[in-house]
């Protein structure tokens, strides 16, 4: 018997599992091709693939879904809760979508004004983030969502308390394709001496526009494989999202860090650069424990 | 008669002006798809290209080209000077090309290390600044070239001491073109409210990367138009190579821009929000006046 069903609906992928009243993962199911980029838009389309995805799994045990499937472009759009928010509050508007087959919620996004003044917003993390905090006992501290859109969070008293969003997966992917650097770059395996090159440079003033320059002129006069480029970048844009994080956040001593096995080594590796202790945690298990938290504390769970 | 043949040879374009030795433009021509990276790569390639686009003009006149025709990609490599670069030093290392119909000759590029510790290079720019130098008696100052790759250059005891590329236009094409913020991004007329507002954001601290998701939030929570947001973004990048550039030479109060009239616009703009007086400056002339000094300098004139 299921107690609920997870899912991780994002721009580009559908995720699923059913887990039992402890949270273990009794069945997980996985469409590369199923993210709400791919629908059609309209509701009937997510109500139908979602039926046909979880079919025999569906029934009495509530359907949770966090991700970009609350956005414009998703199944229904779930106004954003305002930081600080607890995961009371978050459980409290979780946003019931028509669906015969089974009671199903959209877990909503979270928005906050960054210390840096700028808006920021988060959907999908938020429920990682409330994961985190169940399974790590978490009242304070700091925790990290590397990433395209890398998210910084402050948890104060149990509450998401302020966050801020770093584009460094994005402009990575970016800046490897087009472009200058892209030109003389190699997509290879990764090479701590070059990353950790990079990473130490971002120490370095002169803001990330001219920092970036350097990728080219260490290929160009200090004979930097193209392979060694991609890691140096890969370094210093991280770099620079931690020592942007710190200006915003100058205690940061100690993160908690979501993130999949290869970005855990590189965030690793250079929060350790910049004297901050990590602590890895499974993003999946996090995801889980989430939405088994915030079940709960609507009273979902039968 | 002309007194000498000037060409600015960069990678997508050709220009090409015959002066004579007052530094007045004769007659000029200009070919928008003449640029290296159009060529064979064949140094016969360049040879006869530049015989047909001249033709009637070639004889004792000497031709001065400066850009990335001294490039690896060029006509012939030319190897940098380096900082710091006296008008003499560069023209003791003008680089003559193989040409029957004409002496021809190639400007060096100039090297350095920047006060980041990045290495840094220019090529074709270094004419530019010895122009301004030659028109405006800069023995000491701070030159600004805005662009693709704007470069902020320090000149001392009339020699280029240092200097820094920021990638900042590159980096607005990129952004504009591809990801996140393209999505909702239109490109349109100068909007100086909007503008201004993303030069003030890069005041703000957070880093470029975390700066940059604010784009995206003016207009998801903030109603900011898609040409505002294209004129946010310009003020951001703007004003982010400036907030870069000043910490690495905090002195800086006043400074020489080189630029079109759009662009000397945007950036007279932003510097004055930094406090920092523009002069601003032709970039054709400058070239001209630049490629005259250094004939004179190194006795090429008849």
């Known amino acids: 018997m299921s107690a609920i069903i997870t899912v991780d609906w994002g721009t580009t992928r559908f995720r699923a599992a059913r887990l039992d009243a402890s949270g ?6 996985e469409d590369p091709r199923g993210g ?32 970009m499937i609350g956005s414009r472009q ?6 954003y809760v305002e930081a600080p928010a607890s995961l009371s509050a978050i459980a409290g508007k979780l946003q019931r979508v028509p669906f015969a087959a089974a009671p199903a919620f959209v877990v909503p996004g979270v928005v906050c004004r960054a210390a ?15 994961g985190a905090m169940a399974l790590e006992s978490i009242e304070q501290g700091l925790i990290v969502l590397p990433g395209t859109h890398s998210k910084w969070t402050r948890v104060e008293n149990g509450q998401i308390t302020g966050f801020a969003t770093s584009m460094t997966g994005e402009l990575f992917d970016l800046l490897g394709t087009h472009g200058l650097l892209a030109r003389t770059m190699t997509p290879g395996a990764f090479d701590g001496t070059s990353f950790l090159a990079g990473v130490e440079r971002a120490r370095a003033p002169g803001g990330l526009s001219h920092l970036l320059f350097g990728v080219r002129t260490e290929g160009l006069l200090n004979g930097l494989s ?10 210093l844009l991280i770099g620079a999202e931690i020592a942007g994080m ?13 993130a999949s096995s ?3 080594k590189r965030y690793g590796l250079a929060l350790t650069h910049f004297d901050i202790t990590a602590t890895i945690l499974s993003g999946e298990t996090c995801a889980h424990a989430g939405l088994l938290a915030l079940a709960q504390h609507a009273e979902l769970l039968s």
């Open 262 to 264: 290869e970005l855990a």
């Open 36 to 67: 709400i980029l791919q629908m059609t838009g309209e509701a009937t389309g997510f109500e139908r693939y979602l039926a046909d995805k979880l079919g025999p799994w569906l029934g009495d045990a509530p359907v949770l879904m966090a991700g």
């Open 74 to 79: 998703g199944w229904i759009e779930t106004p």
């Open 116 to 130: 840096s003044g700028a808006l920021d917003v988060m959907r999908g993390e938020e429920t990682q983030i409330l």
């Open 24 to 29: 273990a993962v009794l069945e997980a199911i």
């Open 246 to 258: 710190r200006s915003l956040d100058p205690d940061a001593g100690a993160a908690y860090v979501i």
């Open 226 to 235: 193209g392979e060694g480029q991609h890691n140096f970048l890969s370094g």
